[in-house]
């Protein structure tokens, strides 16, 4: 949602309801969504508990702090697809206390992509009262926020317990576009931005590396 947040503040909401940003060109939008939902499944599958305190590019969480956040707004997000408009508790974090981390996490996964491919979600409106109380997210709105946070996080979570993440090249090239129009500006220094500044890359970097420099990321966050 922090994330979702800074894309409001930018104007990416006219233009991903105006259709500056296309998202989804060859694919339709959930299809993408569902896709970038599954690569972050399989990376949280290979966490254990025993990983919970290790550090993450998300600077002011850690690891089991990461993923509690990452579980809560997904329950969050499939309350608001079914509309939900009162209850904010939906999006706290859930933290994994007992059980298989990557089970809880898939069962959260399983919860949105199933709200997400609802009849008619694209028309609705979302409740989402980190951003705004009034009017609702449209629902085209709403679910490239949360694929632009599947990929962040998902990279988060492998940067985290050093594995690899793939994501495809349709759902890259539309999150790319959404990034690109997240604004760079004096709001990233203020304390709880989404983002740090936008990271320089090298000329000839993949989507992914700009995705990541685009939203603040950095190879050597650890340094």
Not at 84 to 102: I, L, M, Q
Not at 163 to 185: M, T, Y
């Amino acid at each position: 949602m922090r994330l979702a947040r800074t894309f409001l503040r930018g104007g990416i909401e006219r233009a991903l309801s105006g259709g500056t940003v296309r998202v989804g060109i060859m694919t339709d939008l959930q299809e993408l969504h569902r896709r970038a939902l599954q690569v972050t499944v399989d990376v949280v599958n290979q966490v254990s508990a025993d990983q919970f305190g290790l550090p993450t590019p998300c600077s002011e969480w850690d690891l089991g702090q990461l993923l509690a956040h990452m579980i809560g707004q997904n329950h969050g997000f499939a309350a608001a697809a079914r509309g939900e408009k009162s209850d904010e508790g939906v999006f706290d974090p859930r933290p994994v206390v007992d059980g298989d981390p990557g089970a809880l996490h898939e069962a959260s996964a399983e919860d949105v992509a199933a709200a997400f491919a609802e009849d008619g979600v694209l028309g609705r409106g979302f409740w989402l009262p980190e951003i705004r109380r009034e009017p609702p997210i449209p629902g085209r709105v709403a679910i490239s926020f949360h694929m632009v946070d599947c990929v962040a996080h998902g990279w988060d979570v492998a940067e985290a317990i050093g594995v690899r993440v793939d994501f495809d090249e349709e759902v890259l090239a539309s999150a790319l576009e959404i990034s690109r129009a997240v604004p760079d500006g004096p709001n990233r220094e203020e304390p709880g931005a989404s983002f740090r500044p936008g990271v320089k890359i090298g000329e000839g970097a993949s989507a992914f590396e700009e995705i990541l420099g685009l939203l603040g990321r950095s190879a050597d966050w650890r340094q």
